[in-house]
């Protein structure tokens, strides 16, 4: 079997399934297993794993590693074997300790990704069953309905009331027909009787024959041109601003350091490595790593609460959301909607208004929803005797759907949607029935409309239902046939509050997240919602004065309303994009067809397991369980991840600093290299391994109570203001060390090594609270090993092999007065972490 034409469809149905030796049936599970192996996976582009090996050599690419191994290079070339031995030594444990820490991280995040990947409906050995899209093959039978996103190029072999948007193929934002016809055709924007990889169904069904996958299709084409890189998100933008700062302090102290060692007649070869390994040790080589570990253990965090995470980089942005934009739909309520009531104009119980409502859902083709499963659920009706002959499917500009149907002699278009909508359109209302028509003058649709208030304040959801007689020969159903209708009545429905919004509502106001309801239903039942669940309604916009705005204008009602009520999916995008333009991160909770844009649009797009395939492609997150409390726990998930890749950026920028600081310092008055460069790199490699098990340590609860930003001022003033206390006290050890112990080359350098280590590590319980450390219990793993990387310092200048790092042994009495040094600064830096807070943090 070869894979048929590029034009594909100019080919009879029947021609087309013997090409593919497939059948309207479908394929076996071995016919498809071996066509998967021929053709490959159904996925754009197919680059293949790279090999464990190849991942593992490209942690050498780094490029403080590089100059690492050019350092070895130079030491060995001059006879410094030693050197370059432990260069690579300590050069290869850090790698190793890179390259698993973050390939466990990306097993753990693809895992998740899995879980929620979108699905396609294939037949297989004769029944329907859904698999993963990428493992489709020509010749799959696929079932496609409203919401789906096509998951190859087809050709369409059964087709009923088709519509598609493939907008992203041929920019046409309009959906357009498809039909399981036979017609010659060349243009891809033209052939209604093929779909395409990527483009999502309006409404209807169908049933398609899977001809080209993966890179073969249209899409696959221009893959690299649709892949283009999204803008930098705040996360990525505040790790590359920190990225500059510590470049810019690196290249300045380097330089420095270089230029005095060179001003002193010191050997090039030492300072030369000296510089290096200072440049090392002033730079976090390890965040990339503890970065994607964080979030990967976040994400898995999220999972075990019931949030799969597609983006890792959003759970920075969950953290920090502000803003939540909701419907209320299944998340302020229990989206268990029941029809109640079906009135007349006059507000009586009637058959009639059903029957209508009926006919419409039952032969409705589109995107079915919860309204139309509540009135086929409510009481059956006989349409036995009636046959569908048209319709025009729901579409959120128009807000309602139109079915041409008949009976012997009597052809009907049913209409049902938004009762504005329906009342607009209507010129005449049905008075007890069929036959006793009445003008719908400005009375009756005073009195109509007040009826329909009043099911809104009793928490109804209503639709208006209407109908049209027809001519028996009005062969199609159209927009413009929605006119001069006759009014029967309203359907009422209930769907009454979740009994946890409530509380998740309060839970994520008191954690600095506002919630803004963004619906399509009206305000009264809106509000009567609020009122159920006890949430005050600041102020309302309604979708009809939403186009009369300019942004200006917008933003200030959108900063002041927490209820917008009857809006499009245009203006659900609008009204998130001005509150992002206004600095608010914004998350948006949606589930359907209409909810993509805003789903790409918002800093952090959420949807659930249900929700259609388009809604959960284009969202950063999925929700297993479609409850506001759910997010909740998300939120303080994001908040806990951000507070641990802090963390190790707090050590990064205060202790560690201060120390390089000292080492570049000291090389103003000691005749000698404050700190070998072996010895550097080995500080660094301890240091990096106590901090290895940050992102399992435990956060402040007060920590969590309110959205983070990353802020660039912020780090940079903790810095200048924590990392000089550092300093101080690593000025003072060389003090004692030259004038109490009258330490010689070796005993200096061991000294400040042990010094150097026990400071920078044990800070970490200092730095890691905004309160007092010693009502924050730090994790087990992180004292754990904050405690072993201390203990190792201490105990390497007694190792056989001291002698080749250049430690001896110090004098007992160095290790009482090495306690109380350490003790007295983290008892200075508590005190300056607390005026910091107090008076320098503009957080």
């Known amino acids: 079997m070869e894979r048929p034409d590029a034009l594909f469809w100019n080919l009879s149905a029947e021609a087309l399934l013997a090409q593919l030796e497939a059948t309207r049936a479908g394929l076996s599970q071995k016919e498809a297993r071996a066509r998967i192996a021929r053709f490959g996976p159904n996925t754009l582009r197919d680059h293949g794993e790279r090999s464990l090996l190849i991942q593992y050599l490209g942690h050498f690419r780094n490029p403080l590693v590089m100059v690492l191994m050019a350092a070895s290079a130079v030491s060995a070339l001059t006879g410094e074997i030693t050197g370059f031995v432990i260069i690579w030594a300590i050069m290869l444990m850090s790698v190793t300790l890179d390259f698993v820490q973050e390939y466990r991280a990306g097993r753990a995040a693809d895992q998740l990704k899995r879980a929620v990947a979108v699905r396609a409906t294939v037949l297989r050995d004769g029944h329907s069953q859904e698999i993963a899209m990428a493992g489709l093959v020509p010749g799959d039978v696929v079932l496609l309905a409203a919401g789906d996103l096509i998951p190859a190029d087809c050709r369409l072999i059964e087709a009923k009331d088709f519509f598609v948007n493939q907008a992203m193929l041929t920019g046409e934002s309009y959906p357009v027909e498809k039909h399981a016809r036979e017609l010659p055709m060349e243009d891809i924007s033209q052939p209604d009787n093929a779909v395409f990889m990527g483009t999502s169904v309006i409404s209807g069904m169908a049933r398609a024959i899977v001809c080209r996958t993966g890179a073969s299709t249209s899409v696959g084409d221009i893959a690299d041109s649709l892949q283009v890189k999204p803008p930098p998100t705040a996360f990525e933008l505040g790790t590359q601003s920190f990225g500059m700062l510590i470049m810019r302090l690196t290249i300045f102290l380097v330089l420095f350091v270089f230029l005095i060692n060179a001003y002193f007649h010191r050997p090039f070869m030492e300072s030369f490595l000296f510089a290096i390994a200072l440049a090392v040790g002033l730079t976090p080589e390890l965040l990339p790593m503890v970065i994607t570990v964080t979030l990967s253990r976040g994400a898995l965090r999220m999972a075990k609460k019931q949030v799969i995470v597609k983006q890792l980089a959003a759970i920075h942005n969950l953290g920090s959301m502000d803003v939540l934009c909701t419907d209320k739909t299944g998340t302020l309520t229990e989206g268990r909607i029941k029809l109640e009531r079906h009135l007349d104009a006059q507000g009586n119980d009637s058959a009639q208004v059903l029957r209508l409502a009926y006919l419409n859902s039952y032969f409705e083709t589109g995107l079915k929803s919860p309204l139309d499963d509540a009135i086929l659920r409510h009481e059956e009706v006989d349409v036995s005797g009636w046959k569908k002959i048209d319709e025009v499917p729901f579409d959120f500009e128009r807000r309602r759907v139109s079915v041409l149907v008949e009976e012997g002699e009597q052809r009907l278009l049913v209409v049902k949607g938004s009762p504005e909508d329906i009342l607009r359109l209507s010129t005449q209302y049905a008075l007890g029935g069929e036959q006793d028509l009445q003008q719908l003058d400005e009375q009756a649709l005073a009195s109509i409309r007040a009826l329909h208030d009043s099911l809104g304040q009793q928490g109804f959801k209503v639709l208006g239902i209407a109908w049209r007689p027809v001519a028996r020969d009005h062969p199609h159903a159209v927009v413009d046939d929605e006119s001069e209708l006759i009014f029967a009545g309203f359907a009422a429905f209930l769907d009454p509050p979740k009994e946890s919004a409530a509380h998740a509502i309060k839970a994520l106001a008191a954690d600095g997240v506002s919630i803004k309801i963004v619906t399509g239903d009206s305000e009264l039942v809106t509000r009567y919602v609020c009122g159920q669940l006890g949430m005050q309604v600041t102020s309302v916009l309604n979708g009809s004065e939403i186009p009369q705005m300019d942004d200006t204008t917008l933003a200030v009602r959108v900063r002041e309303a927490n209820l917008f009520c009857r809006v499009t999916p245009a203006q659900k995008n609008r009204i998130i994009l001005s509150l992002k333009a206004q600095g608010h991160t914004v998350g948006?909770?949606?589930?359907?067809?209409?909810?993509?844009?805003?789903?790409?649009?918002?800093?952090?797009?959420?949807?659930?397991?249900?929700?259609?395939?388009?809604?959960?492609?284009?969202?950063?997150?999925?929700?297993?369980?479609?409850?506001?409390?759910?997010?909740?726990?998300?939120?303080?998930?994001?908040?806990?991840?951000?507070?641990?890749?802090?963390?190790?950026?707090?050590?990064?920028?205060?202790?560690?600093?201060?120390?390089?600081?000292?080492?570049?310092?000291?090389?103003?008055?000691?005749?000698?290299?404050?700190?070998?460069?072996?010895?550097?790199?080995?500080?660094?490699?301890?240091?990096?391994?106590?901090?290895?098990?940050?992102?399992?340590?435990?956060?402040?609860?007060?920590?969590?109570?309110?959205?983070?930003?990353?802020?660039?001022?912020?780090?940079?003033?903790?810095?200048?203001?924590?990392g000089p206390v550092s300093s101080v006290f690593d000025f003072l050890t060389f003090f004692i060390l030259l004038k109490v112990f009258g330490a010689n080359e070796e005993l200096f350098h061991t000294g400040w090594f042990i010094e150097s280590i026990a400071t920078q590590v044990l800070v970490i319980f200092v730095i890691r609270t905004r309160g007092n450390p010693f009502k924050s219990r730090p994790g087990p793993a992180l004292a754990f090993a904050s405690l072993t990387a201390v203990g190792v310092a201490t105990a390497l200048p007694y190792m056989p092999f001291a002698a080749q790092l250049g430690f001896v042994a110090p004098p007992p009495l160095f290790f009482p007065i090495l306690i109380a040094m350490v003790l007295s600064y983290l008892v200075a830096v508590e005190f300056v972490k607390r005026l910091f807070y107090r008076y320098a943090a503009v957080r």
């Open 588 to 722: 948006y909770l949606g589930d359907g067809i209409n909810d993509a844009p805003s789903l790409r649009s918002a800093d952090v797009g959420i949807s659930v397991d249900s929700a259609v395939d388009v809604a959960k492609a284009a969202a950063d997150m999925i929700m297993l369980r479609h409850d506001l409390s759910v997010l909740h726990s998300g939120v303080q998930e994001g908040r806990r991840t951000f507070a641990n890749i802090m963390k190790y950026i707090m050590m990064g920028t205060s202790s560690s600093f201060g120390n390089m600081f000292s080492m570049a310092g000291a090389t103003l008055f000691l005749p000698f290299l404050p700190m070998l460069p072996t010895q550097i790199l080995l500080n660094n490699l301890l240091y990096d391994v106590s901090e290895l098990s940050i992102p399992m340590d435990s956060v402040d609860h007060a920590y969590l109570n309110r959205p983070r930003h990353w802020d660039m001022n912020f780090i940079r003033n903790f810095m200048w203001v924590v």
